[in-house]
């Protein structure tokens, strides 16, 4: 069964430091990945997906993740903050049956 | 396109009460999502549609809670009758294939009193 973990249910950064939100998957063949974002009283946006192809995939706002098999992770990151990245993030995972299972999410606060 | 449509956003009833909430999916998008929000429970998936047809329905909660999807562009999600534990933001969403991602409504956001 498709699954994901994410670790870290508040994450806080200082404005211009690096981003880093993780997430670990489980699935029993090769997985579609995604992450959106939440802003408040809004609904899920889809900030980045891994399809298959390259293992780097490069998102809306500078957002990036890497597919990593050997690790089942597919973690966020950005290189600088910026406050307007203060949101929930969701890692989701599919198994191509359409089915996506989302994680628990993890909030970012982002430091002036 | 004017995305995935909710209504009403905010909905306030009384225990008990029917209530009922309404979504417009993307047109062409085949696959229609229910999911529902909440602090303790995070976003659990209710039921998703192909195709105007009920594909799972494992996730709704009880009886109480029905959904349907008379045709393409118009589905519901019912409960009858409402509780506080019911309270929570539903979410519909839609899929035109699971590479693409989902496109999610604003939201409805329920309080039964």
């Known amino acids: 069964a498709q699954s994901v973990t994410q670790l870290g249910s508040h994450v806080s950064v200082s404005e211009g430091a690096l981003v880093l939100l993780r997430c670990n998957y489980s699935?029993?063949?090769?997985?579609?990945l995604f992450w959106y974002v939440q802003y408040p009283n809004q609904g899920l946006q889809l900030l980045l997906k891994y399809t298959s192809a390259a293992t780097l995939v490069k998102g809306i706002n500078d957002f990036e993740a890497e597919f990593k098999k050997s690790e089942t992770s597919f973690h966020l990151t950005k290189p600088s903050a910026h406050m307007s990245d203060a949101a929930e993030y969701f890692c989701?995972?599919?198994?191509?049956?359409?089915?996506?299972?989302f994680g628990t999410g993890t909030k970012l606060q982002v430091i002036p | 396109d004017a995305g995935v449509i909710q209504s009403p956003r905010h909905e306030v009833t009384e225990m008990g009460q029917e209530v009922t909430l309404r979504c417009k999916p993307i047109?062409?998008?085949?696959?229609l999502f229910w999911y529902r929000q909440t602090m303790m429970r995070g976003l659990e998936l209710l039921i998703y549609?192909?195709?105007?047809?009920?594909?799972?329905d494992s996730g709704m909660p009880e009886d109480r809670f029905s959904a349907k999807m008379p045709n393409a562009s118009f589905s519901t999600l019912k409960i009858q009758p409402s509780e506080p534990r019911d309270s929570a933001v539903y979410f519909c969403?839609?899929?035109?294939?699971?590479?693409?991602?989902?496109?999610f409504g604003q939201g409805t956001r329920l309080t039964v009193v």
């Open positions: 549609f192909n195709n105007n047809v009920p594909i799972d």
């Open positions: 047109s062409g998008h085949d696959y």
């Open positions: 969403a839609s899929i035109l294939s699971t590479e693409k991602g989902a496109f």
């Open positions: 699935s029993s063949v090769p997985p579609y």
């Open positions: 989701a995972v599919s198994e191509g049956y359409q089915k996506v299972t």
